[in-house]
């Protein structure tokens, strides 16, 4: 038997680039996430890349995963974004792009680094 997906259980953000590199697609999630950039279907990748850098590290060949982040009027989230190629055969057929929000994990080892460094320094006074 199949699985059903409920859309509203996928919490990570996602782009669907053609070989191209036109946007074919993406989810709320992302939108939300790219929030103040170009970014729409049938724009080009180029121009979100223009507009946050930090993509044009898929491009120099740095990995499949970045960590960054982008400040907003809330506060700064920090994402996790990975390139998955579609390919078979050689043959490119585009490209997901996938940011997953990591600010939980980010704020938890913070709090866990400054309250080490807290009690280290508490014991060397």
């Known amino acids: ?32 996430i790219l929030r103040g950039l170009s970014v729409q279907i049938g724009g080009e990748l ?6 946050w850098p930090v993509l044009e590290k898929f491009n120099e060949g740095s990995g499949e995963t970045i ?3 982008r400040n907003y ?13 579609l390919e078979k055969n050689e043959i490119s057929f585009g490209q997901i792009i996938l940011f997953q929000d990591i600010t939980l ?12 460094k807290k009690q ?3 014991k060397n006074v």
């Open 1 to 32: 038997m199949a699985q059903k997906v409920v859309i509203a259980d996928i919490v990570d953000g996602w782009l669907l680039v053609d070989e191209y590199g036109y946007i074919i697609d993406l989810n709320y999630v992302a939108q939300k």
């Open 46 to 51: 180029n121009t979100l890349i223009q507009e």
């Open 105 to 116: 994990k980010k704020k938890a080892v913070l709090e866990a680094w400054n309250k080490k």
């Open 67 to 69: 960590e960054t982040f």
């Open 73 to 85: 009027t809330s506060g700064r989230c920090y994402y996790e974004i990975k390139k998955i190629l």
């Open 120 to 122: 280290l320094s508490e």
